[in-house]
T-cell receptor
Framework: IAGITQAPTSQILAAGRRMTLRCTQDMRHNAMYWYRQDLGLGLRLIHY???????GKGEVPDGYSVSRANTDDFPLTLASAVPSQTSVYFCASSAQEGGEKLFFGSGTQLSVL | KNQVEQSPQSLIILEGKNCTLQ??????????LRWYKQDTGRGPVSLTI?????NTKSNGRYTATLDADTKQSSLHITASQLSDSASYIC????????????FGKGTRLSVIA
């Protein structure tokens, strides 16, 4: 089934540990995004990539890094996790950058203790 | 400041009843407005898109309206079903910038029997 796959579904992590959230899409979309969703704050953009080989910072990029080595994969790395990074993380893609319909993955529930 | 405000924050209605969700925005320059439905534990899914020239658009029991002059949109749900229980997120696209999407915080709708 075409779409976006995120892994893991959920994770409990000790503070200070490194963690990579995986995201893969098979729709050959150019643009990909990482959002975090917190109660009362809605979806906030962490990082984005308009095409393979390029990335950009969103609204809340601190403590996160991304890479876009190819069209399909867009991993999100927390170099040293902190409790404030406890959240639900959503990966999304769109056929073109900006304004196009977003297709979301099912999310990763991350708890940093 | 580019903002999207949704109301109410949450809503409980009886199955079979109608309801209307509101979205007010101050985003400029305006490109389009989308409504997304997010089921619990899932990523958001696009319901409909409204462009500047469109006033009303229907998708089954969902009808979206747009008043570009007052910068308001609504999502009307007719004859609600239990499966309509979800969060509804309004997203406005700007016609400029590297990160043109502005998200509302969503309205949580609960339909009860």
């Amino acid at each position: 089934i075409a779409g976006i796959t995120q892994a893991p579904t959920s994770q409990i992590l000790a503070a200070g540990r490194r963690m990579t959230l995986r995201c893969t899409q098979d729709m050959r979309h150019n643009a990909m995004y990482w959002y975090r969703q917190d109660l009362g704050l809605g979806l906030r953009l962490i990082h984005y990539s308009n095409t393979a080989g390029t990335t950009g910072k969103g609204e809340v990029p601190d403590g996160y890094s991304v890479s876009r080595a190819n069209t399909d994969d867009f991993p999100l790395t927390l170099a040293s996790a902190v409790p404030s990074q406890t959240s639900v993380y959503f990966c999304a893609s769109s056929a073109q950058e900006g304004g196009e319909k977003l297709f979301f993955g099912s999310g990763t529930q991350l708890s940093v203790l | 400041k580019n903002q999207v405000e949704q109301s109410p924050q949450s809503l409980i209605i009886l199955e079979g009843k109608n309801c209307t969700l509101q979205c007010n925005y101050t985003v400029s320059p305006f490109s389009n407005l989308r409504w997304y439905k997010q089921d619990t534990g899932r990523g958001p899914v696009s319901l409909t898109i409204m462009t500047f020239s469109e006033n009303t658009k229907s998708n089954g029991r969902y009808t979206a309206t747009l008043d570009a002059d007052t910068k308001q949109s609504s999502l009307h749900i007719t004859a609600s079903q239990l499966s309509d229980s979800a969060s509804y997120i309004c997203v406005v696209t700007r016609n400029s910038g590297n990160t043109p999407l502005v998200f509302g915080k969503g309205t949580r709708l609960s339909v009860i029997a």
